[in-house]
């Protein structure tokens, strides 16, 4: 049958009419209207309230019992039930208020209303709906906070717990770090209002671990909605013998070292030291020598020593030094510098060429640093020899701090000298004096910044900068996300030293005597940063200036994947469409790219640049050279970092030379703490070349060295002593260790921030201690039920000067004995142990006694009479499970030996809804 939309409507109309009938029927002439949901607006808003009307609309009295049921999260306050009795024609009125518990759901949740018409004996069904305002809130804590790792210790649960103390779900994330245990963990946990996680950090302790273990704090960290905080749980070695210094006779340490360098094609074998003292004045000296060692261009150096001593006042240096100043020198040499009020300084310094090094120059200096109110000056004058040259050099220079704020930076530098050649030749240049001039500046206004440097040498200065125009400007606008800039780059140096600059692999032609200018946008992204920049590039100097100018682009980006995963990209490329008299197309191009992850990665170069072939009809040709090169690596860190390091492959192939070389790169360290010693591997290790002077170019470098740390005990003045302290059992308590009694094994001292166990004699000691009081702390557990210090928990010795024995007596005292007993639900699948759970006992005088239960949840604590509090340690449980009493107050009296109490922890009780059969 085709029913029509009227018709329809018809039906649903006629049915709820006969609904509404229905329930109006149930109470006759009684009406009840109320507000149909609240929500609290604040959350300090704990109280809720809703009126209830009943309204009489017949001709007789009514009687009435209205029933208000509870809802999850929310208590009424009064009575459940009320009886009201309504006048014919009137209304009355019930005030329900509702106050909210801590785990009030941010969810609707229902309040039924049942009211019965006990005139009539008819009954109705309502409700309205409460919710609590959304709140976002966690704890983080720790049952315990101290851990002990002793003799037999070799795996170690540290346990923390999350708890959502909102009313919501929230999202909280969780770092846990300690490099010791090489601990570096995230977690994230969603976790609904009231809901709790309960995270275990399962430790390995291994012998070597502890050798080294003192005391290490695991570091847990969590981060929710708008709150961050940080939870330190401490893990401490329980010894019996500790060292404070490693000996009790001043030390001068020093660090053995030796290894086999490979440069070129020869092999060498070296001895050296260093070391690093700090001297009773506060001075520093440091000193070091090594037999060979790698030097400028991979030659080896013989005989480099170093020695170096540094006062509030002074800094004296003699041994290896460079300058990488106006004159580039490499050698030996000396220096002296006097700090006067921290104003003004003074220094001298001179450099001389090692013999194997490829720069010849020997340079000596002289300067001030001083400072005129908020200017700062720097002043020098040198003297440089170049030997091969035959050329004597006298430079003075000054460098002024004008301006240094925080938006606004302006130095400036000027600098006059002169060249004097000691053998007059045709074709020597002109002895004239040359000058430099030169500024750096950096402006910040609002979202525009400008940095700008720019260095001029004239011809005839003395230095690397002779003949140099070397300048950087930039100008940047932030918009928003973007950033729009101009930039000119100038770098022309006329020196003939190309040390520096260049590689077998990658060339100077970018960075060096070079013009490029051109605008540049970037655009910052969540985890991409994207930079385009285009414009014009050309070669400047003498012997490329027949190289066209390029039209040039310029690109690079990186994307941080995660916190592991890295890929980066730059590429710098130029093309010109007719280049001499053959018209040819021209690019260039500097490419590299990056995927660098967690476990190795990965790099690529490709460089391409132009060369000038002179013909000898007069007629040039250019040909374009080429340079790639592929290189994989992968890191290492086993054995809990023991070997670091990372290890690589590298293939290239240059067009220049048509070449093809491959070689292993290393760099790895393996540190064996439980000798004192490091082994380092660096270099490049050739595996083929088509080219048989390959291992002349300076590639080919290998190092192995062994490294030893020493404290070399200087025996004429004993610097530290030794406490050592004995427990025992004073039977006949008269404060003296006689014969026959009892050592106190096993039990916990602390000595400030030490933990110690007492052996088999009842004996600690704490060697190499400076002269003073020790705090020592027995208030720990021993495993001698009803003894407890006679002279107190908390004891002061001091060290004066020679190594000291005290003997601690132990006497009775009284005994608290408890047990925890756990009652869980039988129908849950929760876990819950007793084992670990903290009891601290405190007294009235502030003291404290801790103990902690064993897997029977058993726990003992001797203490002297008094007046004492017993409680448990709340933040180790939840709203679920908690005990019937978190703490007792008792009073143990001199006639009482063992006074016994339990704790009960009970699981709420599961509401068990039961169906009725229809």
């Known amino acids: 049958m ?224 708008r709150k961050k905080t940080v939870l330190s749980l401490n893990v401490n070695r329980l010894l019996n013998t500790a060292k404070k210094h490693t000996s009790a006779y001043p030390t001068f340490p020093i660090e053995l070292e030796t290894g086999i360098l490979k440069s070129f094609n020869q092999n060498s074998f070296y001895l050296g030291f260093s070391g690093e003292k700090v001297l009773k004045n506060g001075a520093k000296l440091k000193y070091g020598y090594r037999s060979k060692q790698f030097g400028i261009a991979n030659r080896l150096e013989q005989h480099i020593f170093r020695v170096g001593y540094t006062t509030d006042k002074w800094s004296i240096y003699a041994g290896e030094m460079a300058d990488m100043g106006y004159f580039n020198a490499f050698g030996q040499g000396f220096s002296g510098t006097h700090f006067y009020k921290k104003k003004l300084e003074l220094g001298v310094r001179s450099i001389f060429h090692n013999r194997a090094s490829p720069v010849k120059n020997d340079m000596g200096e002289i300067f001030v640093k001083h400072k005129f109110k908020k200017v700062s000056f720097s002043h020098s004058l ?85 003949g140099s125009n070397i300048q950087n400007h930039a100008l940047s606008v932030a918009l928003g996300k973007y950033a729009v800039g101009l930039n000119y780059q100038r770098n022309e140096v006329q020196t003939k030293n190309f040390l520096f600059r260049d590689t077998i692999f990658n060339t100077a032609f970018f960075e060096l005597n070079m013009e490029r200018y051109g605008v540049t946008v970037s655009r910052q992204f969540k985890k991409i940063n994207i930079s385009l920049g285009a414009g014009k590039f050309k070669q400047v100097s003498t012997f490329t ?161 062994i490294f030893k740390k020493l404290n070399v005990p200087i025996p004429f003045k004993k610097k530290y002593h030794t406490l050592s302290v004995k427990l025992y059992k004073d039977i006949n308590q008269n404060k003296q260790l006689d014969a026959g009694e009892q050592p106190i094994q096993n039990a916990i001292v602390r000595i400030g921030q030490n933990s110690f166990e007492t052996d088999k004699y009842g004996s600690i000691h704490y060697k190499n201690i400076e002269n003073g009081f020790y705090p020592l702390d027995f208030s720990s557990v021993s495993t001698e039920k009803s003894m407890i210090p006679a002279d107190g928990f908390r004891q002061f010795p001091e060290v004066k000067g020679r190594n000291t024995s005290i003997s601690i007596p132990y006497q009775k005292g009284k005994l608290i004995e408890g047990k925890i007993d756990i009652i869980l639900d039988t129908f849950s699948a929760k876990k819950f142990f007793a084992k670990g759970l903290k009891i601290v006992v405190s007294d009235t005088s502030g003291n404290y006694y801790i103990a902690f239960a064993d897997e029977a949840g058993d726990f003992f604590v001797s203490v002297p009479a008094g007046r004492y509090k017993i409680s448990l340690n709340p933040e180790a449980f939840s709203a679920e499970i908690q005990p019937d009493q978190m703490e007792y107050v008792l009073d143990i009296g001199k006639d009482e030996d063992v006074t016994k109490i339990l704790f009960t922890v009970r699981q709420r009780n599961r509401q068990i809804i039961y169906l009725k059969n229809n």
């Open 2 to 225: 085709k029913l029509s939309l009227p018709y329809l409507l018809s039906i649903i109309l006629s049915l709820a009419v006969t609904s509404f009938t229905e329930a109006s029927a149930q109470l006759a002439d009684i009406t009840v209207s109320y507000r149909d949901s609240l929500e609290s607006e604040e959350e300090d808003n704990k109280l809720l309230s809703n009126n209830i009307f009943f309204s009489n609309k017949g001709l007789k009295e009514s009687e009435l019992l209205v029933s208000i049921h509870d809802t999850t999260g929310w208590k009424l306050i009064g009575e459940k039930k009320q009886i009201i009795k309504i006048l014919p024609g009137t209304t009355r009125l019930i005030s329900l208020n509702f106050i909210k518990s801590a785990t009030a759901s941010s969810k609707w949740l229902p309040v039924k209303i049942v009211v019965l018409d006990k005139i009539n004996i008819l009954s109705a069904t309502y409700s309205f709906q409460l919710k609590a305002r959304p709140v976002k809130r966690f704890e983080l804590t720790g049952n315990e906070t101290e851990f002990y790792v002793q003799k037999d210790t070799r795996n170690l649960a540290v346990k923390y717990t999350v708890k959502n103390t909102g009313n919501t779900d929230d999202i909280i994330d969780v770092n846990i770090q300690n490099p010791f245990f090489n601990l570096s963990e995230n977690k994230r946990l969603k976790l609904e209002g009231g809901e709790e996680y309960n995270g275990v950090i399962n430790l390995r302790v291994t012998d070597l671990m502890k050798q080294k273990l003192i005391k290490e704090s695991i570091k847990i960290s969590a981060r929710g909605y």
């Open 545 to 705: 200036s027949q190289l066209p100018a390029y039209n040039f682009i310029d690109f690079a980006s990186t994307y941080r994947i995660n916190q592991n995963l890295l890929f980066s990209i730059r590429s710098a490329s130029g093309y010109n469409s007719t280049v001499g008299i053959k018209g040819q197309k021209v690019w260039v191009s500097n490419s590299s790219a990056l995927l660098d992850t967690k476990f190795g990665g990965i790099r690529a170069l490709y460089v391409r640049i132009p060369r000038i072939l002179l013909g000898l009809s007069g007629a040039d040709s250019l040909v374009e050279r080429e340079t790639m090169s592929i290189s994989p690596y992968i890191k290492l860190s086993l054995f809990q970092k023991t070997l670091i390091g990372n290890i690589g492959y590298s293939i290239a192939r240059s067009s220049f030379d048509n070449n093809t070389i491959s070689f292993l790169t290393t760099s790895l360290n393996y540190k064996n703490k439980k000798n004192g010693f490091d082994v380092r591997v660096f270099g490049n290790i050739p595996i083929s070349s088509s080219e048989s002077d390959f291992f002349q170019r300076g590639n080919s470098n290998f190092n192995i060295t």
């Open 382 to 466: 040198s003297v440089n020899v170049s030997r091969p040259e035959r050329r004597g050099s006298v430079l003075l220079s000054t460098e002024a701090s004008l301006i240094s704020t925080t938006n606004f930076l302006l130095t400036v530098k000027a600098a006059a000298g002169q060249d004097h050649f000691m053998v007059k030749v045709p074709g020597v240049p002109f002895e004239k004096a040359g000058t430099l001039f030169g500024y750096s500046t950096s402006y910040t206004l609002g979202k525009v910044s400008l940095n700008s440097d720019m260095q001029i040498g004239s011809y005839y200065l003395p230095g690397i900068y002779s």
